[in-house]
């Protein structure tokens, strides 16, 4: 059993950054792959990040790929998603997520366990 924990959204300018924090609890986060999705009023959670369980590679949606970054801090039990250059159209909310095995990063019913989301609203 995993549970998540995120922090750290808020409201912000257009150009701005932040950077979302997820909180695990377990003594086997570090076997787990890691996920970052978001969920804009009226639309279907879509998958922004995703890192696998040594941090050895990442993935990201086209959207945010060289603006967002995943790391993860597996003695602190943490993965963070430092977001740059934010825009109107990544307001969201932000859902951390963890999954076991290798495969299926981007997609989200691959997931086992999810946080509660924290709010990012990004204004223009």
């Known amino acids: 059993q995993v549970q998540l924990v995120e922090s750290g959204g808020g409201l912000v300018q257009a150009g701005d950054s932040l950077r979302l924090s997820c909180a695990a609890s377990?003594?086997?986060?570090?076997?787990?792959?890691m996920g970052w999705f978001r969920q804009a009023p009226g639309k279907e959670r879509e998958f922004v990040a995703a890192?696998?369980?040594?941090?050895?590679?990442?993935y990201y949606a086209d959207s945010v790929k060289g603006r967002f970054t995943i790391s993860r801090d597996n003695a602190e039990n943490t993965v963070y998603l430092q977001m740059n250059s934010l825009k109107p159209e990544d307001t969201a909310v932000y859902y951390c997520?963890?999954?076991?095995?290798?495969?299926?990063?981007?997609?989200?019913?691959?997931?086992?366990?999810w946080g509660q989301g924290t709010q990012v609203t990004v204004s223009s």
């Open positions: 890192i696998t369980w040594s941090g050895g590679a990442t």
């Open positions: 377990g003594r086997t986060f570090s076997s787990y792959a």
């Open positions: 997520a963890a999954k076991s095995g290798s495969m299926y990063y981007l997609i989200r019913n691959a997931y086992d366990y």
